[in-house]
Each structure stands twice: as structure tokens, then as C-alpha cells.
């Protein structure tokens, strides 16, 4: 899709007009009025919650200085085209995943959760400290774009499901909506993938359209009602191990932005980051409890090993046709990507794992 499709297109007209009727920020006596647009429907907790959360500390910390009006997935945009609307100057900020741009670059995905890759915090130490904002900068200046981290939801769920899975052979042909790389995964291993957006999926699982779904995790999917309809739940996903949120602004518009304006965006996305993966840690084992206790729903903690076998075969593969077929700025994510792997997977296979098998083993409290 390129620069001004969705404008010029007319996709969905209602949310075009809407932002018709806004389409100048306003600048009055030095004070600036931005919009975010979100892929995450109102009051959607975690994810909605904390986009809200966002454009209102923005606009506490300045002191009004930056008002950010937070408008949920779909009331100016449809969800997954939020971040056209930044690209084409119909708004200044989005709220989303990277990965559901892959269709404009396939590094983006390297920025929301690669299969088998990173987990959470080992994304964050990429992305601050090991060069990966420096090529995330890079492929988002092709769309005249900024990106910054905005939250993390941990390791997911993997997925809800009508049957319970035991082999491949139960995953061939099986529709199910699963985004990103991990989506080109599950369709190496047979699966009819789709992607859309959180809002549609509960009907396309009640309907037979799909015949699974992997959202987030317990948080948000108890929140969506997924247990109406599924009630077998795989409660680790291996295609995301860590699942990274990001505020995206318009460069632009954040240039023009004195320099203590700049920071402050910057400084309250790192914030909310850290706010957001302690309310995920904090709610989504609640959330199962009630999912599994209140709604007799079966918790399975992995997929067999066939599939997880299988499973990390096909990321490997995956991720080598990005690498040969990729142009060079994807090349390079993945070169980043995976020299700072080596790095922080050290200490987490080591020291991490080692402390959390011994605290399961031993430790009661």
C-alpha cells in the first residue's frame, strides 16, 4: 500500500471524513493538539488502556503544552490503518504492533516478536542498548516515520482452539488468524493463516470462519470472550515470546517540536513500556485462573514436541528467506537481530533459567 492509498482509496469512508473535519493540528498561542490513532479497541485492557494512558501523560507532563487525543480502533481509521494515517498526515501519532506493517517492510517484525527469537526484556536491551533502534530509525525513515518501544505484553498464549492438538496432521488446513512471522510459521506447517483485527475475531470463531485464534494472552483474550466459543487453550506460544507495542509519530511533526517536547515523548513511551509489561505480568495469570475456574476452560501449558519441533524447523526456514530475499535494510534487521541474540540469550538460558527451574523445583513459600 503506498503513501496515500487509504485516503485516496476511500477505505472505510466514515473514518475518512472523520478525519476530514481534523486535518490540521492545532496551534494556538504555542500549544499543539495531536491525534493518536490506535489499532486496540476503547478501554481494551493493557493495550487500549495503555495507549490512553500515553496521550494523556503526554499531555499532563507538558502542561498542556502537547494535547494528545487518543481515538480508538476504528473512530477516525479502521484498526489496521492507523498507521496510514500518520504516514499520510491525517494524524501524528499511532498505537499499535510493528508487525502488522510487514506488508510495507518485512524488518518490522522484528520489532513486535520473532518465533523462537527474543523475549522481552531481551528485545528491550536490543532496541536500547545492542543497535536496534538505530535500524528500527532506518526502516521507518523510508516512510517518513519514528518508532519508539510503548509496552510489552510478555510471552503469549498460543492460541485458542475447538480441538485439541496432538499432531500436524490437526493443523493442516486448520484456519486460524495468527499475524507476523509467526503467522508464515504456522503456515509452514500447514495452517490457513489470516490476520485481523481484535474487535472481528470472536465472531469469526463463533461463525466457523476461523477455527482458531491467537491474540495476546489471558489478559485480553478473558476480556474479548474466546472461551464463548474455544474452550481448549494453549497457554505458550512459541512464534511469540515476547510481544513489543509501539507509539509511531509522524518525523515531521516530531521534528518540529522544540527539543524538551521531543524528549518528553520519548521519556513517557519508556514509561508506559514499563507500565504496561508490569500490568501484563501482574493480570495475566489472574485472568487465567478465572478462565480455567469460572469458565472450564482447558489450560494446556505446550504444544507437543512434534509441533514444537516442527515448529522451530519452520522459523529457521522463515527467517532464512527474509535473509536471502529481504533488501538490504531487512538484511541488516536480521543481522542485528540476531548478533544481539547471542548475546543476551547467554544469560537468559543461563542464569534465568537456571534460578527459575530451581525456585519451581524447591522453592515453597
Sequence with gaps: MNRRSFIRKGVAGAGVAGLA??????????????????????????????????GDRITQASGGRLTVQVYSAGELVPPLQSIDAVIDGGAEMSHGAAYYWQNKSPALSFFTGVPYGMTSRELAAWVRYLGGQEVWDEVYDQFGLQGFLSGDTGTQAGGWFKKEITSLDDIKGMRFRTPGLGGQVWSKLGASVTNMAAGEIFQALQSGTLDAAEFVGPYNDLALGFYKVCKIYYTT?????????ECVVNK??????????????????QAEYDQVASDFAANDPRALEV???QHGVTAIPQFPDSILKAGAEASVEVLREIGDKGDALTKKTLDSFTKALNIVRIKTEGTDINFIEARKKYFKL
Design 237 to 245: 506460544s512459541f512464534v511469540e515470546p515476547g510481544l513489543a507495542t
Design 252 to 269: 515531521k511533526k516530531f521534528q518540529e517540536l522544540p527539543k524538551d517536547l521531543q524528549a518528553l515523548v520519548r521519556d513517557v513511551c
Design 21 to 54: 473535519t481534523v486535518a490540521t493540528p492545532a496551534l494556538s498561542q504555542n500549544k499543539i493538539t495531536w491525534r493518536m490513532v490506535t489499532t486496540w479497541p476503547k478501554n481494551f485492557p493493557g493495550l487500549g488502556v495503555g495507549a490512553q494512558r500515553l
Design 291 to 293: 478462565l480455567v475456574k
